[in-house]
């Protein structure tokens, strides 16, 4: 087969690697990756100047692709799936009804709401004087997030409600990491154990794929802003068997059969956020359309069964028939970004340390490119280091370790990924 992989990011260097392991691959082109997924195997990236879904479409029949992969959400937000069933070209991911989950926090609200799936109280505001006499009357601390896609970087917990207002009125004037939104949403806070909840639906099937946690907090303690992911691990006690079958009959289906009565299918990999209380009550804070950043790579780095049949079955709507194998060693992902993340940051700076392998450790390219043959940075997120190990704590270890042989000017991660599973920690233990 030949494979088109869209994206260049850490989630898609994780794709790219796990797909070039499977025998029946034996291209693999990626639009427009980056220089650690050049390094893989079968790999040829193609370069495209601001591309369109068309710019795909022709690109697909091109290179002969037999299958496309797409990473990020914004093409499938736009429809590309849409239009490759329109060409007959085989394509895996959600089309771009389905992704209106991820694409418009408003429309996910709304389908939550109609079938009844456990999510924050929230109002929705075209304009910042209703959401912020809305504010007025509420307990702090609160959450706004930005309608439509931001990169993970559009969700905000607030405690002062002046500052709270303040923030309403640069979102609608899109003074705040560069988001555009014409609508908010302002919900309750809730408290819990944040998880990551990801699975392959097809029709009415639903296949969990292991568990894992994400920490979006820039810095230790879960303090700071929000991030796109500063490190995960997989898998996690908060998703046991009782959590995972409980998800997918009380939050996965209703969700896929409130969608089918507005006539959506959906089919691809659905992500949910996850916020679980201290009675295990697991409420929706977003769906997202496509595996998780850093979440993929912990996750695939356990994978032991070939990922192509995974998209194939999702595809030909056969996931009643798939069987998935994981490793039972954890594996500990942790993020090392630019200095200033997730606001402005320096790029540009040579990276050094990337030149040996060591076993069960693989770095994730997320934010480089090449600079007279130098890797440097180009991103917030620059790499996404991720260990194997018999137990999380083996894992983690390993994982920093690596870390530590790798610098540049600005280099900066969190230092307790998977700490409160590794020491028992969660509201509930």
Same mark, same amino acid.
């Given at each position: 087969?030949?494979?088109?992989?869209?994206?260049?990011?850490?989630?898609?260097?994780?794709?790219?690697?796990?797909?070039?392991?499977?025998?029946?691959?034996?291209? +693999?082109?990626?639009?427009?990756?980056?220089?650690?997924?050049?390094?893989?195997n079968?790999?040829?990236?193609?370069?495209i100047?601001?591309?369109?879904?068309?710019?795909?479409?022709?690109?697909?029949?091109?290179?002969?692709?037999?299958?496309?992969?797409?990473?990020?959400?914004?093409?499938?937000?736009?429809?590309?799936?849409?239009?490759?069933?329109?060409?007959n070209?085989?394509?895996?991911?959600?089309?771009?009804?389905?992704?209106?989950?991820?694409?418009s926090?408003?429309?996910?609200?709304k389908i939550?709401?109609?079938?009844?799936?456990?999510?924050?109280?929230?109002e929705?505001?075209?304009?910042?004087?209703?959401?912020?006499?809305?504010?007025?009357?509420?307990?702090?601390?609160?959450?706004?997030?930005?309608?439509?896609?931001?990169?993970?970087?559009?969700?905000?917990?607030?405690?002062?409600?002046?500052?709270?207002?303040?923030? +309403?009125?640069?979102?609608?004037?899109?003074? +705040?990491?560069?988001?555009?939104?014409?609508?908010?949403?302002?919900?309750?806070?809730?408290?819990?154990?944040?998880?990551?909840?990801?699975?392959?639906?097809?029709?009415?099937?639903?296949?969990?794929?292991?568990?894992?946690?994400?920490?979006?907090?820039l810095?230790?303690?879960?303090?700071?802003?929000?991030?796109g992911?500063?490190?995960?691990?997989?898998p996690?006690?908060?998703?046991?068997?009782?959590?995972?079958?409980n998800v997918?009959?009380?939050?996965?289906?209703?969700?896929?059969?409130?969608?089918?009565?507005?006539?959506?299918?959906?089919?691809g990999?659905?992500?949910?956020?996850?916020?679980?209380?201290?009675?295990?009550?697991?409420?929706?804070?977003?769906?997202n359309?496509?595996?998780?950043?850093?979440?993929?790579?912990?996750?695939?780095m356990?994978?032991?069964?070939d990922?192509?049949?995974m998209?194939?079955?999702?595809?030909?709507?056969?996931?009643?028939?798939?069987?998935?194998?994981?490793?039972?060693?954890?594996?500990?992902t942790?993020?090392?970004?630019s200095?200033?993340y997730p606001?402005?940051?320096?790029?540009?700076?040579?990276?050094?340390?990337?030149?040996?392998?060591v076993?069960?450790?693989?770095?994730?390219?997320?934010?480089?490119?090449?600079?007279?043959?130098s890797?440097?940075?180009?991103?917030?997120?620059?790499?996404?280091?991720?260990?194997?190990g018999?137990?999380?704590?083996?894992?983690?270890?390993?994982?920093?370790?690596?870390?530590?042989?790798?610098?540049?000017?600005?280099?900066?991660?969190r230092?307790?990924?998977?700490?409160?599973?590794?020491?028992?920690?969660?509201?509930?233990?």
């Amino acid at each position: 087969m030949n494979l088109l992989i869209i994206g260049g990011g850490g989630r898609e260097h994780a794709i790219v690697w796990k797909v070039s392991q499977s025998n029946k691959v034996s291209k +693999i082109f990626v639009t427009p990756g980056n220089p650690g997924i050049a390094n893989e195997n079968k790999v040829t990236l193609v370069s495209i100047d601001n591309p369109n879904i068309k710019d795909y479409v022709q690109l697909a029949i091109e290179k002969n692709i037999d299958l496309t992969i797409v990473g990020p959400e914004d093409p499938l937000v736009e429809g590309i799936v849409d239009e490759f069933n329109k060409n007959n070209l085989l394509i895996f991911g959600p089309n771009k009804l389905a992704s209106q989950l991820e694409g418009s926090k408003d429309f996910c609200k709304k389908i939550l709401n109609s079938a009844n799936v456990l999510t924050a109280k929230h109002e929705s505001f075209k304009d910042p004087i209703s959401a912020n006499n809305y504010i007025k009357n509420q307990n702090m601390p609160i959450v706004i997030k930005a309608d439509g896609l931001a990169a993970g970087k559009g969700v905000f917990i607030m405690k002062d409600k002046n500052e709270a207002c303040k923030l +309403i009125n640069d979102l609608f004037d899109a003074k +705040i990491n560069g988001i555009k939104t014409s609508l908010v949403i302002v919900e309750e806070f809730l408290k819990g154990e944040e998880a990551s909840f990801i699975c392959l639906v097809s029709g009415d099937t639903v296949i969990p794929i292991a568990s894992s946690k994400d920490h979006k907090k820039l810095c230790d303690a879960d303090l700071g802003p929000n991030t796109g992911g500063m490190g995960a691990y997989s898998p996690t006690k908060l998703i046991n068997t009782d959590m995972s079958e409980n998800v997918i009959n009380k939050i996965i289906l209703p969700t896929i059969k409130e969608l089918k009565k507005i006539n959506i299918n959906y089919q691809g990999f659905l992500y949910a956020g996850l916020m679980i209380d201290k009675n295990k009550n697991a409420y929706v804070l977003e769906y997202n359309c496509r595996l998780g950043d850093p979440e993929a790579q912990a996750i695939l780095m356990r994978l032991d069964s070939d990922i192509i049949n995974m998209f194939l079955s999702t595809i030909n709507n056969q996931l009643d028939k798939l069987e998935i194998k994981w490793k039972k060693e954890s594996a500990c992902t942790i993020v090392l970004a630019s200095e200033g993340y997730p606001g402005k940051y320096e790029k540009n700076n040579k990276i050094n340390g990337l030149d040996y392998e060591v076993n069960d450790v693989k770095i994730f390219h997320s934010g480089t490119k090449l600079n007279d043959g130098s890797v440097v940075t180009n991103g917030g997120r620059v790499l996404a280091v991720t260990a194997l190990g018999i137990n999380l704590q083996i894992a983690q270890a390993k994982a920093y370790d690596r870390c530590s042989q790798i610098s540049w000017d600005g280099k900066i991660k969190r230092n307790d990924i998977g700490n409160k599973e590794i020491n028992n920690k969660f509201i509930f233990s």
